[in-house]
């Protein structure tokens, strides 16, 4: 086991002025409190495997109902997870950009990993 030093003044200074501010940390945890229920993660698993779905297509995928699924779709639009595409009265959601497909991935890479220790 690699031992632990205490860090110098000057190093926490620069730690911190490396650090994100305290506004955009706020909206990280916003972002990461949209993936922490398992309804909406299943939403954006669906969305990542097939690229674009409809609503009815989620409430079938889900066994929910239109406004339960509606209410979670606004839930992960309100922090720009899904986008939607109209088409003719029909409303297809998708996951907004690769950024999203690329944390949902990793955590999906990270939970299946074996303990390293």
Avoid: W
Avoid at 16 to 21: D, E, N, Q, T
Avoid at 39 to 49: D, G, P
Wanted: glycine share 2%; net charge neutral; aromatic share 6%.
């Amino acid at each position: 086991m690699s031992e632990s030093k205490v860090c110098s003044s000057e190093e926490i200074i620069e730690i911190k002025k490396l650090m994100h501010s305290n506004d955009d940390l706020v909206l990280a945890s916003a972002f990461f409190k949209s993936f922490s229920d398992p309804t909406r993660l299943t939403i954006v698993n669906a969305l990542y495997v097939h690229g674009a779905l409809c609503v009815s297509d989620l409430c079938e995928i889900l066994n929910m109902s239109k406004s339960a699924v509606s209410h979670q779709l606004s839930k992960l639009r309100r922090y720009n997870l899904v986008k939607i595409r109209n088409e003719g009265r029909r409303v297809f959601y998708a996951l907004s950009d690769s950024h999203v497909k690329q944390v949902f991935a990793m955590t999906m890479s990270h939970i299946k990993e074996e303990d390293c220790d």
